[in-house]
T-cell receptor
């Protein structure tokens, strides 16, 4: 089945540093999503990308939908302690089946981010 | 109040017991999902429902069943719990049209099977 490769698996950085993580796929995706999960909570959507080449920001976060449609990256600028958590990428591809134009998300395994104050 | 509410938040149960995890949402979304999360394995889809009359198996449905009682309610049952079903379970919702892959998650249910 389809898989997403997310890297790095974990990062330990100093407060104020910039962070970069990425996801790659073996197949073309139509949508890329980036989520953050705080300890003991469910994932929360950070950024959604719908077009190849699209670059979207959400505060200090910036994500891009790769031109090949097989990758995406997330950057965090000037990290702060509350950025700690697990960041997940997720992608979707249309599945034409009995339910028509339905999509299911495929998830990366996450990047665990630790920030040293 | 949370838009996607899961109950219970924590549960310890014995092997062989039947257990139900419940999810309700106030977002008005048609689509609902159940995932489990295990360390190192990310999020894996158990079941999903695109409307009240539509139930579909995900990648790891064996040992689980679901019921979509209403648009706002989607419950997950473990018919006979086993220890390897110990995990963090998440319910999620999404809209039916347009940006229908933007899933919104509940806070999770931590299930321990002893």
């Amino acid at each position: 089945g389809q898989q997403l490769n997310q890297s790095p698996q974990s990062m330990f950085i100093q407060e104020g540093e910039d962070v970069s993580m990425n996801c790659t796929s073996s197949s073309i995706f139509n949508t890329w999503l980036w989520y953050k999960q705080d300890p003991g909570e469910g994932p929360v959507l950070l950024i959604a990308l719908y077009k190849a080449g699209e670059l979207t920001s959400n505060g200090r976060l910036t994500a891009q939908f790769g031109i090949t449609r097989k990758d995406s990256f997330l950057n965090i600028s000037a990290s702060i302690p509350s950025d700690v958590g697990i960041y997940f990428c997720a992608g979707s591809t249309p599945e034409i089946g009995e339910a028509g134009n339905n999509r299911k998300l495929i998830w990366g395994l996450g990047t665990s981010l630790a920030v040293n104050p | 109040d949370a838009d996607v509410t899961q109950t219970p938040r924590n549960r310890i149960t014995k092997t062989g017991k039947r257990i139900m995890l419940e999810c309700s949402q106030t977002k008005g979304h048609d689509r609902m999902y159940w995932y489990r999360q295990d360390p190192g394995l990310g999020l894996r889809l158990i079941y999903y429902s695109f409307d009240v009359k539509d139930i579909n198996k995900g990648e790891i449905s064996d040992g689980y069943s679901v019921s979509r009682q209403a648009q706002a309610k989607f419950s997950l049952s473990l018919e006979s719990a086993i220890p390897n079903q110990t995990a963090l379970y998440f319910c999620a919702t999404s809209v039916r049209k347009g940006r229908d892959t933007e899933a919104f998650f509940g806070q999770g249910t931590r299930l321990t099977v002893v």
